[in-house]
DNA sequence: ACAGCAATTGAGACAGAGTCTCAGTCTGCT
DNA sequence: AGCAGACTGAGACTCTGTCTCAATTGCTGT
């Protein structure tokens, strides 16, 4: 409970230093989105809010979430899907993402050793990096022992593009 | 002009070999796309076409897009942006991506010590890879000559945040 | 050449995510 | 109290992408 107040203050000290107000629905927001969720889209957070009676219009939820953004305290990330998925920052949070294609579970995962690789790359390409976005698509343990048979790379994408008509 | 010819060849063998027809239609969009472009979006070749009077619809070409990513001549890709980048894929050529966030140009880049650690780590995970997907957004050296920034990284959001903004 | 038939097409309706506008509200300041 | 600027919700709007459906194309066998 006091981490989420103290995510609230962190927020606030952003806002004030923008000039801007924390208002009642920016604080919802914060307390919704630090209470429970680690990933997620901005369409979830509507429904959660209605759910709980909590009046705020989507319009606010986008314009809070680009302040959240802006704060560093969120982030926006690609999970293989057609629409954003948010994220939550914590100090020394980075990392990266193996997401299933058959179920659709995200696992997390850091490895300096691939950043520091990166470093390196970018470095010689004369590139100087400030954020990266890594996600491994494939099958996770427990699908493969479900007896998903593990396809071709070339045909990854041929399932993306299935899932994306199955969710209508 | 006989690289293109071979490409549409390869193209009609995944049709035939579906069941399907090499259409006038397909085979113009094949023909755009792999004499000039190599990273597009839909919207490009709907534009592009209509300029050379080549008539074809808008369903057309997302259906055929699906064809060529399922025949794996093609990939989708995310570029940071909200909406879907298409490249051609020729042979062994994996790559992933450096993205300007100032001027929007893309760097292409392969690093086989990369993609083995990844290999390492989704066998630790368990996980059965199929394809992946990594950008590294920053300043290419050409802006960061002309003065830019390198920005920190919790900013760069912010920064995608207003690029998508400016295309209105 | 022609009938039959499945694949294909374009137009336009539709869907979903996200953005913008605008009028009304809130808040802090003097 | 009055002002100014920030904020909000409702709903219109945009953009990408998908779907439907009637009309068309182009094989295939005769």
């Given at each position: 409970m006091q981490t989420i107040d103290r995510e609230i203050t962190r927020f606030q000290g952003f806002l004030e230093q923008q000039g801007l107000k924390l208002t009642t629905e920016r604080k919802s927001l914060v307390r919704e989105i630090f209470a429970t969720h680690y990933h997620f889209e901005a369409d979830e957070l509507l429904f959660?809010?209605?759910e709980?009676?909590?009046?705020?219009?989507r319009a606010t939820?986008?314009?809070?979430?680009?302040?959240?953004?802006?704060?560093?305290?969120?982030?926006?990330?690609?999970?293989?899907e057609d629409h954003y998925h948010y994220e939550r920052v914590t100090k020394n949070s980075h990392h990266d993402h193996l997401v299933c294609t058959t179920c659709g579970s995200?696992?997390?995962?850091?490895?300096?050793?691939?950043?520091a690789r990166q470093r390196e790359i970018c470095e010689r390409k004369k590139f100087t990096p400030t954020f990266h976005n890594l996600q491994i698509l494939g099958i996770c343990d427990a699908c493969r022992q479900k007896g998903q048979l593990p396809d071709s790379p070339d045909r990854v994408q041929m399932i993306q593009l299935d899932r994306n008509s199955l969710r209508k």
């Open positions: 959660k809010l209605k709980k009676s909590i009046k705020i219009s939820i986008y314009r809070t979430l680009e302040l959240l953004v802006k704060s560093g305290m969120v982030r926006r990330v690609h999970l293989g995200v696992i997390e995962f850091h490895d300096s050793f691939l950043e």
